[in-house]
Protein backbone atom coordinates (compact mmCIF):
# COMPACT_ATOMS: atom_id res chain seq x y z
CA UNK A 1 0.00 0.00 0.00
CA UNK A 2 1.71 3.30 -0.88
CA UNK A 3 1.17 6.00 1.87
CA UNK A 4 2.19 8.48 -0.29
CA UNK A 5 0.92 9.34 -4.15
CA UNK A 6 3.03 11.93 -5.92
CA UNK A 7 2.54 12.89 -9.53
CA UNK A 8 3.46 13.66 -12.02
CA UNK A 9 6.18 11.09 -12.70
CA UNK A 10 7.69 13.35 -15.16
CA UNK A 11 7.88 16.86 -15.71
CA UNK A 12 9.12 19.41 -18.94
CA UNK A 13 9.23 23.48 -17.90
CA UNK A 14 9.94 25.56 -19.71
CA UNK A 15 13.19 28.33 -18.11
CA UNK A 16 11.48 31.07 -16.25
CA UNK A 17 8.38 29.02 -16.15
CA UNK A 18 6.62 27.40 -12.43
CA UNK A 19 7.03 23.59 -11.85
CA UNK A 20 4.67 21.99 -9.84
CA UNK A 21 3.85 18.61 -8.28
CA UNK A 22 1.98 17.03 -6.45
CA UNK A 23 1.16 14.94 -3.73
CA UNK A 24 -1.77 13.15 -1.49
CA UNK A 25 -1.00 10.60 1.64
CA UNK A 26 -3.25 8.39 3.54
CA UNK A 27 -2.05 8.45 6.83
CA UNK A 28 -3.54 11.16 9.19
CA UNK A 29 -1.18 10.77 11.77
CA UNK A 30 1.80 11.83 9.60
CA UNK A 31 2.80 15.42 10.83
CA UNK A 32 6.00 16.47 9.17
CA UNK A 33 5.80 16.65 5.26
CA UNK A 34 9.42 17.65 3.44
CA UNK A 35 10.59 17.66 0.12
CA UNK A 36 13.70 16.53 -1.28
CA UNK A 37 15.99 17.11 -3.87
CA UNK A 38 18.10 14.43 -6.04
CA UNK A 39 20.85 15.11 -8.36
CA UNK A 40 21.90 12.22 -10.35
CA UNK A 41 24.78 10.27 -8.34
CA UNK A 42 23.94 12.19 -5.23
CA UNK A 43 21.67 11.56 -1.98
CA UNK A 44 18.39 13.13 -1.66
CA UNK A 45 19.06 16.60 0.14
CA UNK A 46 16.14 18.14 1.88
CA UNK A 47 14.70 20.85 0.25
CA UNK A 48 12.24 22.35 2.49
CA UNK A 49 9.22 20.91 4.53
CA UNK A 50 5.90 22.16 6.42
CA UNK A 51 4.23 21.17 9.06
CA UNK A 52 0.51 20.53 8.81
CA UNK A 53 -0.62 23.34 11.26
CA UNK A 54 0.02 25.84 8.48
CA UNK A 55 -1.35 25.98 4.78
CA UNK A 56 2.08 27.71 2.66
CA UNK A 57 5.52 27.58 3.57
CA UNK A 58 7.97 29.70 1.18
CA UNK A 59 11.75 29.64 0.91
CA UNK A 60 13.57 31.60 -1.84
CA UNK A 61 11.93 30.09 -5.01
CA UNK A 62 10.37 27.39 -3.47
CA UNK A 63 6.62 27.18 -1.92
CA UNK A 64 4.74 24.40 -0.32
CA UNK A 65 1.23 24.26 -0.13
CA UNK A 66 -0.83 22.37 2.35
CA UNK A 67 -4.47 21.51 2.12
CA UNK A 68 -4.67 19.38 5.37
CA UNK A 69 -8.60 18.65 4.76
CA UNK A 70 -7.61 17.01 1.05
CA UNK A 71 -4.48 15.06 2.28
CA UNK A 72 -2.63 16.83 -0.39
CA UNK A 73 0.62 19.29 -0.83
CA UNK A 74 2.46 20.30 -3.37
CA UNK A 75 5.54 21.97 -4.42
CA UNK A 76 5.50 25.16 -6.81
CA UNK A 77 9.29 26.04 -8.43
CA UNK A 78 8.65 29.70 -9.15
CA UNK A 79 11.33 30.49 -11.84
CA UNK A 80 12.44 27.64 -12.90
CA UNK A 81 15.95 27.53 -13.76
CA UNK A 82 17.97 24.89 -15.48
CA UNK A 83 20.01 23.92 -12.38
CA UNK A 84 16.47 23.13 -11.03
CA UNK A 85 16.49 19.65 -13.05
CA UNK A 86 16.82 16.49 -10.92
CA UNK A 87 14.32 14.65 -9.20
CA UNK A 88 12.11 15.53 -6.11
CA UNK A 89 11.32 13.57 -3.21
CA UNK A 90 7.65 14.42 -1.30
CA UNK A 91 7.79 12.49 2.00
CA UNK A 92 6.34 11.99 5.06
CA UNK A 93 6.70 11.23 8.46
CA UNK A 94 5.09 11.23 12.01
CA UNK A 95 7.47 11.96 15.28
CA UNK A 96 11.22 10.08 14.23
CA UNK A 97 9.93 7.47 12.37
CA UNK A 98 11.47 6.86 8.66
CA UNK A 99 10.55 8.82 5.87
CA UNK A 100 7.57 7.63 3.46
CA UNK A 101 8.23 8.44 0.17
CA UNK A 102 6.25 9.47 -3.25
CA UNK A 103 7.93 8.09 -5.96
CA UNK A 104 9.62 11.04 -7.31
CA UNK A 105 9.17 13.40 -10.37
CA UNK A 106 11.94 13.84 -12.49
CA UNK A 107 11.91 18.10 -13.59
CA UNK A 108 13.48 18.88 -16.68
CA UNK A 109 14.42 22.66 -17.21
CA UNK A 110 14.88 23.58 -20.76
CA UNK A 111 16.01 26.95 -21.92
CA UNK B 1 33.27 18.30 6.83
CA UNK B 2 31.06 15.63 5.33
CA UNK B 3 27.98 14.98 7.84
CA UNK B 4 26.74 11.18 6.62
CA UNK B 5 29.57 9.80 4.63
CA UNK B 6 29.29 6.02 3.30
CA UNK B 7 31.67 3.56 2.37
CA UNK B 8 32.33 2.28 -0.54
CA UNK B 9 30.57 4.66 -3.28
CA UNK B 10 30.81 1.82 -5.97
CA UNK B 11 30.44 -1.92 -5.24
CA UNK B 12 30.66 -4.16 -7.92
CA UNK B 13 30.60 -8.15 -6.73
CA UNK B 14 29.69 -11.82 -7.75
CA UNK B 15 26.45 -13.53 -6.66
CA UNK B 16 26.80 -15.34 -3.18
CA UNK B 17 29.50 -12.89 -2.37
CA UNK B 18 29.18 -11.20 1.27
CA UNK B 19 29.39 -6.97 1.32
CA UNK B 20 29.70 -4.29 4.19
CA UNK B 21 28.46 -1.01 3.55
CA UNK B 22 29.65 1.54 5.95
CA UNK B 23 28.39 4.57 7.68
CA UNK B 24 29.33 7.51 9.76
CA UNK B 25 27.56 10.57 10.45
CA UNK B 26 29.37 13.76 12.54
CA UNK B 27 26.00 15.19 12.91
CA UNK B 28 25.34 14.03 16.77
CA UNK B 29 21.98 12.35 16.10
CA UNK B 30 20.50 9.32 17.57
CA UNK B 31 18.87 8.28 14.73
CA UNK B 32 20.61 6.54 11.90
CA UNK B 33 18.66 4.24 8.81
CA UNK B 34 19.44 2.20 5.64
CA UNK B 35 17.40 3.50 2.76
CA UNK B 36 17.41 1.36 -0.65
CA UNK B 37 16.41 3.15 -3.92
CA UNK B 38 15.61 1.03 -6.88
CA UNK B 39 16.06 1.15 -10.27
CA UNK B 40 13.13 3.20 -10.79
CA UNK B 41 14.49 5.46 -8.21
CA UNK B 42 11.84 4.29 -5.55
CA UNK B 43 13.46 5.20 -2.08
CA UNK B 44 11.98 2.37 0.74
CA UNK B 45 13.63 2.36 4.29
CA UNK B 46 15.26 -0.88 5.58
CA UNK B 47 16.06 -0.38 8.82
CA UNK B 48 16.30 2.43 11.92
CA UNK B 49 18.65 2.68 14.87
CA UNK B 50 18.40 4.56 17.70
CA UNK B 51 20.88 5.06 20.24
CA UNK B 52 22.65 1.61 18.85
CA UNK B 53 19.34 0.04 19.21
CA UNK B 54 17.09 -1.59 16.18
CA UNK B 55 13.80 -0.11 15.94
CA UNK B 56 12.31 -1.08 12.66
CA UNK B 57 13.25 -3.82 10.76
CA UNK B 58 11.13 -3.72 7.29
CA UNK B 59 10.30 -6.58 5.19
CA UNK B 60 13.83 -7.36 4.49
CA UNK B 61 15.56 -10.65 3.72
CA UNK B 62 17.73 -11.86 6.79
CA UNK B 63 20.75 -12.03 4.54
CA UNK B 64 20.72 -8.05 5.50
CA UNK B 65 22.17 -7.62 8.60
CA UNK B 66 22.59 -4.05 10.43
CA UNK B 67 25.19 -3.27 12.70
CA UNK B 68 26.05 -0.09 15.07
CA UNK B 69 28.94 -0.62 17.02
CA UNK B 70 28.45 3.50 18.25
CA UNK B 71 26.09 6.13 17.91
CA UNK B 72 27.58 7.36 15.08
CA UNK B 73 28.33 4.38 12.79
CA UNK B 74 25.36 2.10 10.89
CA UNK B 75 27.27 -0.88 9.03
CA UNK B 76 24.89 -2.93 6.94
CA UNK B 77 26.26 -6.20 5.79
CA UNK B 78 25.12 -8.44 3.41
CA UNK B 79 25.40 -12.11 2.91
CA UNK B 80 24.94 -14.26 -0.08
CA UNK B 81 24.20 -11.69 -2.20
CA UNK B 82 21.68 -11.80 -4.96
CA UNK B 83 20.90 -10.14 -8.63
CA UNK B 84 18.19 -8.20 -7.08
CA UNK B 85 20.35 -6.73 -4.45
CA UNK B 86 21.88 -4.50 -7.41
CA UNK B 87 20.16 -0.75 -6.23
CA UNK B 88 21.55 2.29 -4.77
CA UNK B 89 21.95 2.32 -0.45
CA UNK B 90 21.63 5.55 1.18
CA UNK B 91 22.24 5.73 4.81
CA UNK B 92 20.72 8.66 6.62
CA UNK B 93 20.83 9.93 10.53
CA UNK B 94 18.33 12.44 12.21
CA UNK B 95 17.26 13.80 15.21
CA UNK B 96 14.03 15.46 15.33
CA UNK B 97 12.50 14.81 11.83
CA UNK B 98 14.56 15.90 9.78
CA UNK B 99 16.68 13.79 8.11
CA UNK B 100 19.95 13.93 6.01
CA UNK B 101 21.09 11.27 3.92
CA UNK B 102 24.93 10.52 3.24
CA UNK B 103 25.75 10.02 -0.80
CA UNK B 104 24.43 6.38 -1.23
CA UNK B 105 26.75 3.14 -2.00
CA UNK B 106 26.03 1.61 -5.95
CA UNK B 107 25.48 -2.08 -5.37
CA UNK B 108 25.99 -4.24 -8.57
CA UNK B 109 25.93 -7.74 -8.20
CA UNK B 110 27.21 -9.74 -11.40
Known amino acids: QQQVKQSPQSLIVQKGGISIINCAYENTAFDYFPWYQQFPGKGPALLIA?????SEKKEGRFTISFNKSAKQFSLHIMDSQPGDSATYFC??????????FGKGTRLSVIA | DTAVSQTPKYLVTQMGNDKSIKCEQN?????MYWYKQDSKKFLKIMFS???????INETVPNRFSPKSPDKAHLNLHINSLELGDSAVYFC?????????FGPGTRLTVL
Open chain 2, 92 to 100: ASSQINEQF
Open chain 1, 91 to 100: AALTGNTPLV
Open chain 2, 27 to 31: LGHDT
Open chain 1, 50 to 54: IRPDV
Open chain 2, 49 to 55: YNNKELI
